[in-house]
């Protein structure tokens, strides 16, 4: 008994700290807003200088011109991690405060959102790599003599995120398991 009380009290201690997370991911997009279109691009070339960066002169473009291609993509892109990210935390909270109100943390609900999350974390870093190799052959090649910079929405480390989530989804099997041997050990008394 007295572990179902930390149980529930560790997840009411989660419960706020991913509430704020979240909160404060809604107020920094709110601050933040993700800029597509036009937008005035200075190029730089990059080089082994001390400060890494040479800048070369403005170029007399905006981020997308013509290219609308890449302008979607872009918006596309965002908006699918984006969409990714937030179902992560949203379904963290519904975890939680099922964790936080039930009796047991051992139910068919609990592993089901924990194999959301697991997928979601599995699918963000190879979504990250598909924007990274996709993105560049979207873009034409600039003027001869004119370097421009891009960057993409996704910056990762390649393999960490990917294997948190089959973590994730290890125990998700392993709570699985768990659900079953606890119905066996009901079904003997």
């Known amino acids: 008994m007295e572990m179902a009380k930390k149980i529930k009290r560790t997840a009411v201690v989660m419960l706020v700290l991913v509430s704020v997370i979240l909160l404060l991911d809604i107020f920094f997009f709110a601050a933040h807003p993700p800029v597509f279109g036009a ?3 200075d190029a730089m070339l990059v080089d082994d200088t001390p400060d890494g960066v040479i800048p070369i002169g403005p170029v007399d473009a905006t981020l ?36 936080k109100k039930d009796e047991s943390p051992f139910c068919r609900k609990n592993v089901k959102l924990l194999k959301g999350i697991a997928i979601a974390l599995i699918a963000f870093e190879p979504f990250g790599l598909l924007v990274q190799w996709v993105r560049p052959a979207l873009i034409p090649p600039p003027p001869s003599g004119e ?6 929405a996704f910056t990762t480390q390649t393999g960490f995120v990917f294997t948190a989530g089959l973590i994730v989804y290890c125990i ?10 606890q119905k066996q050990v009901d079904e003997t008394l």
């Open 39 to 41: 937008m005035p691009v």
């Open 147 to 152: 370097f421009m910079v891009f960057s993409t």
């Open 172 to 181: 998700a099997l392993v709570f699985e398991h768990g659900i079953s041997l």
């Open 64 to 99: 997308y011109g013509s290219n609308t291609a890449l302008a979607i993509f872009d918006v596309f892109s965002f908006v699918i991690g984006i969409l990714l990210l937030l179902s992560m935390l949203a379904l963290s909270l519904i975890l939680l405060f099922s964790v």
